[in-house]
């Protein structure tokens, strides 16, 4: 027996994400996925989900679901709550950091996000369709998710359904990121730029522009000055998630999980893997600042940043819902134990 979810409202900027699509750059597709991976992983766990499994990624006004069928476990992940309204009229707030299970006719109306990046799971992650080897939305090639598009009032979700013994919910604290600087290695093209330029990109403060899309993030600070100004411009080749381009302008713009496959502006620095999903959660006006690693302190980091993912997950605590009230009525029995 399969879930299912109906969107009632899409809200805005909403998405299916999943681990990313790889494999294909060489054909010009974006590996996409969620913009901050390690969040959608905390949401994932806390319903029981593996981790690459997909789930919605909230980016702004949250959206509106009702389960159309079957018991559907879900959790948010993020800086937000959610009301949830039962099908026999009571409602009670959706906190994150925890599960919850709905039935039939149930609506979970999620709350706008002011800022940053949230995540959606549901059980057993949204079944749909498979392109290229994931269920990533990449709307700017209308494939992944429902018909290639952002989250849709009228779509429906599909999912698994939670088994009728399963009769505890989990929560967790929240996850976080350390302060401090977001780590980069530099070049590829770091010679294209002066000196001094490289110093001033290490030392000074940048804000986020309110230009920023899951493509890519644009930064306003100190100009950096290309060695001339036919080096603002090279030869096309591949980038990546996490590389920083200078176009003339000499303003970084940062590349996120839906840029394109290769570019002609010159590459400054690339922010490590271990540091990536740390750029979704920053705001417009946030200042942020960088330093240099090499190779082996990123591989460091990324073991550390695994090693702390681990730990989270030994930390989930689980709690047996109301089993008496099960007993009774079947849907007044699924709320988080000390409700």
């Known amino acids: 027996m399969s879930g299912l979810v109906e969107v009632i409202d899409g809200g805005i900027g909403n998405s299916i994400q999943d681990a990313g699509r790889f494999g294909f750059r060489h054909m010009g597709i974006a590996v996409s996925g969620c913009l901050d991976l390690l969040l959608a992983r905390c949401a994932n766990a806390l319903v029981g989900n593996a981790p690459d499994s997909a789930c919605i990624e909230i980016r702004a006004v949250g959206p509106a679901l009702e389960i159309k069928h079957g018991r559907v476990r879900m959790a948010l992940a993020g800086n937000l709550c959610a009301t949830l309204m039962r099908g026999d009229g009571r409602s009670r707030q959706l906190l994150p950091w925890m599960s919850l299970t709905l039935f039939p006719k149930d609506r979970l109306e999620i709350d ?24 990533s939305t990449y709307q700017r ?55 001094e330029s490289m110093q001033t990109f290490l030392r000074a403060e940048y804000r986020v522009s309110a230009q920023q899309d899951r493509m890519g993030m644009r930064l306003q600070g100190p100009s950096l000055v290309h060695v001339t100004p036919q080096a603002a411009d090279i030869v096309s080749d591949g980038v990546t998630p996490g590389a920083i381009q200078v176009p003339g302008n000499g303003q970084p713009i940062i590349l996120l999980a839906d840029c394109q496959t290769v570019g002609g502006y010159p590459k400054i620095a690339t922010v490590i893997s271990a540091d990536l999903p740390r750029l979704a959660q920053l705001q417009p006006e946030q200042m942020l600042r960088f330093c240099a690693v090499n190779a082996a302190q990123a591989k460091a980091a990324l073991r550390a940043r695994e090693a702390q993912w681990e730990t989270w997950v030994s930390g989930i605590a689980f709690g047996l819902a109301n089993v008496s009230a099960l007993y009774n009525d079947p849907t007044a029995g699924w709320d988080c134990a000390g409700e």
């Open 112 to 135: 706008t996000l002011t800022g940053g990046t949230a995540y959606l799971a549901v059980t057993g992650g949204i079944r749909s369709p498979l392109q290229l080897g994931s269920r």
């Open 141 to 195: 090639a209308m494939i992944g998710g429902i018909d290639g598009r952002q989250l849709a009032t009228g779509q429906l979700l599909p999912c698994a359904t939670q088994e009728h013994r399963q009769y505890h919910e989990s929560q967790s604290v929240p996850w976080a990121y350390a302060d401090g600087p977001i780590r980069v290695m530099p070049g590829p093209q770091e010679e294209c730029f002066k000196p």
